[in-house]
């Protein structure tokens, strides 16, 4: 029988009890701590090999009402943790002049590795001990285990030493905390400032946000450059996480980014970082010789790296958004053309609620080409979906000069059919941005397309190619039929969302 009440039991998440508590650390010392977890390497990066080498979903609670198997799980995480020595890591999520908020980061000293990848992601912040969020992990717990308890803004992670679940389980508070306390919401999205050279002459600044699950390219188009020339140029901000605010404003959350490795070798502007010897990486594979081959996925096709922002090209030191002007819906399919533009808030709202993509081989190679969908592309919301879509709406609503487009990476006419490459949607991108597009209502889709897309295969990307118009209605009414029984499914969410599609 469990012996806490709510009250110590809240005092005990915010503040664990320990054998003694090592804080203030610096980035060489937490380093220095980890060595013996570092698999030496010719590049000269730390590089940690982890136990577990994804995030948790199925294992991850969110607790509202405290069970008395809750507090006996608690009891004896306290009973062990009071033997132990445990690092705390005190960090700050976003820039001092944006929404920034204080976290601090608790792990046992066996797993500094984990407090040094954590210290290096986010910003210094001297502790005050009010912390606006407070995360605990105790990687060797011998249970699988995730309990977040939004009402205290604490998440405690047992049995799981993939760094991921601790950045993740820290920034979906972050996303609760926007959206509860502050009227924003929380994104998973990148984000970055594109200046062009208007009609008359003058430099314009354009604030975009990419959103896209695994595998749609979010983080290609977020880093790419799309070929421009200085005065015209690119400043890329974020690459995960993106609170939007009432005013349409958009501050960042991280001083460096968490990038997935297995392609990198292919995205020339992560490479580069990722061969940073700052850069911190995970379950990345060394040979024998000590050289560092990111193409080698014996170990996970999830490796990981921390990199420094500013061995990324077209990175500055600030990292919030004052202006979004183009929101872009990365959806990886087989049977929409390259890019459409979204007529209405309400069906901006729609599209982030569906959430769409396809399964990748990096995901499940049984099921590739598979529909899929994560409310908002994100799977790290808390709790109420429909809530998330409602606040995106009301804020589409008040600044409606944000204008909202879906961007297909995948092929057009079937997985078969014509691949839709970089190149292509960078053409596309430009075209919004530069307002260079000549857009026409499409009546089957039920949203703008281009009256001629900027690529030299226009032909074989569009849809008449592949289908009689009498078949492509079909196909597509079907889907939106679809569409709209699954946006049913969210008891609250605005019926103007519902029928937007």
Known sequence: MATFDMGSLIQQLRHPVCRSLLRDLSLDELRNMATHDSVPNNQGSPAYVTRVQSRNAPFTEIVYEVEESH???????????????????STRIGSSSGCPLKTNY??????????????????????????????????????????????????????IDYYGESKMATLRMAMHIAREDLRGLGLHAGSKIVTLRGDSGELQEKGMLVFGLSGTGKTTITTADHGLV??????????????????????G????????????????????????????????????????????????????????RGSIPNTSARIDLPRVDVICFNMRRYDIPPVGRLVSAEQAAAYFMLGESTVTSAEDPARVGQ?????????????????????????????????????????????????????????????????????????????EVPANLPVSNAEALDPATYWSRDDYARLIGALRAERRDYLATFSGLAPAIVHAV
């Open 71 to 89: 507090l006996t799980l608690l009891e004896q995480v306290w009973k062990y943790l009071r033997w132990q020595q445990m690092i705390r890591i």
């Open 106 to 159: 608790y792990v046992t000293r066996r797993y500094a590795r984990m407090a040094h990848m954590f210290a290096a992601n986010f910003f210094t912040q001297a502790d005050d001990d009010g912390a606006d969020i407070v995360t605990v992990v105790v990687p060797e717990w011998h249970q699988r285990k995730v309990l977040v308890f939004p009402s205290h803004r604490v998440t405690l992670i047992l049995g």
């Open 230 to 251: 200085a005065p015209e140029g690119v400043e890329v901000l974020q690459d995960d996480i993106n609170i939007l605010m009432p005013d349409g404003q958009a501050f």
């Open 253 to 308: 959350t991280e001083n460096n980014f968490y990038i997935k490795t297995d392609n990198v070798s292919k995205q020339l502007p992560l490479l580069g970082a990722a061969q940073d010897p700052r850069a911190i990486l995970e379950n990345v594979w060394v040979d024998d010789d000590g050289n560092v081959n990111f193409d080698n996925h014996a170990i996970t096709t999830n490796g990981r790296a921390i990199v420094p």
């Open 371 to 447: 529909a899929k969908r994560v409310v908002g592309f994100d799977p790290f919301v808390v709790d109420h979906h429909y809530k998330n879509g409602n606040r995106l709406l009301q804020i589409l609503r008040d600044n409606p000069h944000i204008s909202c487009y879906v961007l297909s990476t995948g092929r057009v006419g079937g997985q078969d059919g014509a691949n839709i490459t970089p190149e292509v949607t960078f053409g596309c991108i430009e075209g919004i941005l530069r307002g260079s597009l000549t857009w026409r209502y499409d009546d089957v889709l039920g949203y």
